[in-house]
Antibody
Framework: QVQLVESGGGVVQPGRSLRLSCAAS????????MHWVRQAPGKGLDWVAI????????LYGGSMKGRFTISRDDSANMLYLQMNSLRVEDTAVYYC???????????WGQGTVVTVAS | QAGLTQPPSVSKGLNQTATLTCTGN????????ASWLQQHQGHPPKLLSY???DRPSGISERFSASRSGNTASLTITGLQAEDEADYYC???????????FGGGSKLTVL
């Protein structure tokens, strides 16, 4: 079945880095653009980044620009999010999600928790 | 950054009809359409509709979406207890070059 599984979350101090991973299975990974979306505790959804199906384009949400980098390894069906200069306000559940092709998010992982605290 | 506007909460009775709204602008909802997601506490979101009114396979016909100008709407008929959840709208914003979400509406089924 179609599945996304995130990993790599944890507790990190402000200013440090963390790399999240998302393993995709059950579909042809190379046909789809992929997103990262986050959700702070008790808050709504916040779009983080997208990478095109062929990796040719990457876009980032406002506060993530210059600090976060999205990438993919199509040979391993993996999506990544490199997060640098982490801030307390980056604390959230981070989800990877598949792009439908209609500007929507049709498959979601269970999420991985990132806590930024000193 | 600017997002979409949703009422924080909506309450309706069992078997009634609820309509949730999502207001944007000409750079997002009006020109690009909106999608709707349902999220139960402790679970990831689930796509209910996209391209304004397309439903993914497996989504009940009780969920229907529409759009009028800058406002997108999700109508849920025959409300059931399991419909109690948070509902989010999202859209591509061509001015911001990013996806934007609404703040979410918490639907309570009385």
């Amino acid at each position: 079945q179609v599945q996304l599984v995130e990993s790599g979350g944890g507790v990190v101090q402000p200013g440090r880095s963390l790399r999240l991973s998302c393993a995709a299975s059950g579909f042809t990974f190379t046909r789809y653009a992929m997103h990262w979306v986050r959700q702070a505790p008790g808050k709504g959804l916040d779009w983080v980044a997208i990478i095109w199906h062929d990796g040719s384009q990457k876009l980032y949400g406002g506060s993530m620009k210059g600090r976060f980098t999205i990438s993919r390894d199509d040979s391993a069906n993996m999506l990544y999010l490199q997060m640098n200069s982490l801030r307390v306000e980056d604390t959230a559940v981070y989800y990877c999600s598949r792009e439908t092709g209609g500007n929507a998010f049709d498959v979601w992982g269970q999420g991985t928790v990132v806590t930024v605290a000193s | 950054q600017a997002g979409l506007t949703q009422p924080p909460s909506v309450s309706k009775g069992l078997n009634q009809t609820a309509t949730l709204t999502c207001t944007g602008n000409s750079n997002n909802v009006a020109n690009e359409g909106a999608s709707w997601l349902q999220q139960h506490q402790g679970h990831p979101p689930k796509l209910l509709s996209y391209r304004t009114n397309d439903r993914p396979s497996g989504i009940s016909e009780r969920f229907s979406a529409s759009r009028s100008g800058n406002t997108a709407s999700l109508t849920i008929t025959g409300l059931q207890a399991e419909d109690e959840a948070d509902y989010y709208c999202s859209a591509w914003d061509s001015s911001l070059n990013s996806w934007v979400f609404g703040g979410g509406s918490k639907l309570t089924v009385l």
